[in-house]
């Protein structure tokens, strides 16, 4: 066995035990304690509850209405001129909205132009470079009740801009 395999069969159990020893030395009921927070995490599942299904109809009527195929058809000329592949759009697009949705399009990117192409590279890439800014934003935010994004959303979806331009150049200097 290496390693790393060692490291990770052992690293979780070893900060369990560690943990029930501190809390057992400082006389903390570790028991109870972990009931409360299980409590706790339920209450905030369950608050969390709309602004994620909010999320998933949003890209679904997105996707389905045929809204994202019309403006990509609208600037694939353009994209063309500066060399970006129209097929990245709608990762770069879904992206900041959605991880698994993001995740489900670049494997299809993938498995369509396979892992090597420069497409199915720049996928993985922006994948790894950019986050889902309004994703984080809706679930975190209103998790603990913040209604004004102010710069957050602005500086989140610059970062993702920044994120996926970076990956364009990167892949394209790279992989060339």
Known sequence: ???????????????????????SWKKVPAYET??????????????????????????SILRASGAMEAFI????????????????????LVRPISGTAALGMTTELIQTHGPDSFIGRLAST?????????YILTVYFGAVGIR?????????????????VASIIAVRLVFG
């Open 73 to 92: 058809g609208l600037i694939a000329p353009f994209l063309s001129l500066i060399g970006i592949p129209p097929d990245i759009i709608p990762l770069a």
């Open 126 to 134: 922006m994948q790894g470079s950019t986050d889902t800014t309004l």
């Open 34 to 59: 972990f009931v409360e927070g299980g409590k706790e995490g339920v209450k905030m599942a369950f608050s969390l509850l709309p602004f994620l299904v909010g999320m998933i109809v949003s890209i």
């Open 1 to 23: 066995m290496g390693m790393v395999t060692s490291v990770s069969v052992w690293l979780i159990p070893s900060f369990i035990l560690i943990v029930l020893l501190v809390a």
């Open 148 to 164: 004004k994004m102010r710069y957050a959303l602005k500086v989140g979806l610059l970062a993702d801009v920044i994120g996926i």
